[in-house]
Nanobody, 124 residues
Framework: QVQLVESGGGLAQAGGSLRLSCAVSGRTFSSYAMGWFRQAPGKEREFVAA????????HYADFVKGRFTISRDNGKNTVYLQMNSLKFEDTAVYYC?????????????????WGQGTQVTVSS
């Protein structure tokens, strides 16, 4: 069983930064592609960023390009989301997710495992 636990959320001012972490249990973390998604109140879940199992491939939603950076440390079984230049509209619950293949990475339904989410609130 793979378990994902997000941390690092909180309150930030517009223009500020936060770094989210997602710790993954199990010895097979390095075989999983990882993704970050978010869901704001009253809105559907949306793709934010994804990274391949080895970290060589990364993809971002257009609305975070140049502001957010996804990375991973396979030695620590952790994936990160560095969020800079935060905007009020980045306010949401952020979820990390894991899947075996680096395909359909922006489709949340293709992911096998999910964390419980961490709240990010950006004040304007």
């Amino acid at each position: 069983q793979v378990q994902l636990v997000e941390s690092g959320g909180g309150l930030a001012q517009a223009g500020g930064s936060l770094r989210l972490s997602c710790a993954v249990s199990g010895r097979t973390f390095s075989s999983y592609a990882m993704g970050w998604f978010r869901q704001a109140p009253g809105k559907e879940r949306e793709f934010v960023a994804a990274i391949s199992s080895g970290g060589n491939s990364k993809h971002y939603a257009d609305f975070v390009k140049g502001r957010f950076t996804i990375s991973r440390d396979n030695g620590k079984n952790t994936v990160y989301l560095q969020m800079n230049s935060l905007k009020f509209e980045d306010t949401a619950v952020y979820y990390c997710a894991a899947k075996k293949s680096y395909t359909s990475i922006d489709n949340g339904n293709s992911y096998n495992y999910w964390g419980q989410g961490t709240q990010v609130t950006v004040s304007s």
